[in-house]
């Protein structure tokens, strides 16, 4: 399963961080408008990152997320997938969101994740961006990295790197990695069997591509371990975020 409705990430707010946000309509290339949440901070010379939630699409989680972000000097957009389909409108939690995945495609989200990149660079063409995923996320994260986007790194969380036409039209992860243009760190969750299984190709492919990644596996964590009402799963959630906040320190200039 991906984050329940009221999931909430386990990450602490900082207090008397100077930050703004607030809901957006953001339209890609091919004329389609989706929703999109943004958080910015004071300090706005920094990198950007852009959140790929799981197959909920956007809702209360990321978007706390994109705080978290924000509030440690990084603007975020977090976006929604379902645009060309469900529209920009906020949905309720009990939303059918499956007949909607399944008409996400490659370059349909390649299209949106250009056009948060897009506002986050507005004001500087060179500005520095990750991606952030989770679940469907975490793969699409990692797609966007092969999708010539000028990324400086892609971070998925239980993505899925063996699976394709998810979305349409998109081989599996594991089949690009020869397109890949910056470093990935990937975050595991040891007992979520069936992607775990995939793991090993997905490594030896990296390996063999020459592609700079950080593979960590949390060995007694499920899928989607990385939500605050899991405390027995405290300290991975705590080390994930500290790998986090350190891959885009490690590999961003500014």
């Not at 990149?117 to 507005?122: D, E, G, V």
């Not at 993505?159 to 039209?169: E, M, N, V």
């Not at 979520?192 to 990296?206: G, K, N, R, T, Y």
């Amino acid at each position: 399963m991906c984050f329940p409705p009221d999931a909430v990430p386990p990450v602490p707010p900082l207090r008397g961080a100077s930050i703004d946000h607030r809901d957006l309509v953001l339209t890609a290339a091919d004329g389609t408008d989706f929703a999109a949440f943004e958080a910015t901070a004071e300090d706005a010379a920094r990198p950007g990152v852009i959140v790929l939630p799981d197959v909920r699409g956007l809702f209360r989680f990321y978007e706390e997320l994109a705080l978290r972000f924000a509030e440690r000097g990084y603007d975020t957009i977090a976006i929604d997938y379902f645009g060309r389909t469900a529209g920009v409108a906020k949905r309720d939690h009990d939303w059918d969101y499956g007949p909607h995945v399944e008409q996400v495609t490659h370059d349909g989200l390649k299209a949106d994740v250009a056009a948060a990149a897009a506002r986050l660079r507005a004001d500087d063409p060179d500005r520095e961006l990750f991606t952030v995923g989770f679940c469907f996320g975490g793969s699409n994260s990692w797609h966007q990295a092969a999708n010539g986007l000028g990324l400086s790194g892609a971070i998925g969380f239980y993505g899925h790197p063996g699976r394709p036409d998810r979305p349409k039209g998109a081989a599996a992860v594991t089949d690009r990695v020869g397109a890949i243009e910056c470093p990935l760190l990937v975050l595991m969750a040891g007992l979520d069997e069936a992607i775990m299984a995939a793991v090993p190709d997905f490594e030896a492919a990296l390996h063999h591509a020459g592609v700079t990644y950080e593979l960590v596996t949390y060995d007694d964590a499920p899928h989607s371990f990385f939500d605050r009402s899991f405390e027995q799963h405290a300290a991975a959630s705590a080390d994930a975020w500290d790998r986090v906040l350190g891959f885009i320190a490690e590999h961003s200039e500014s």
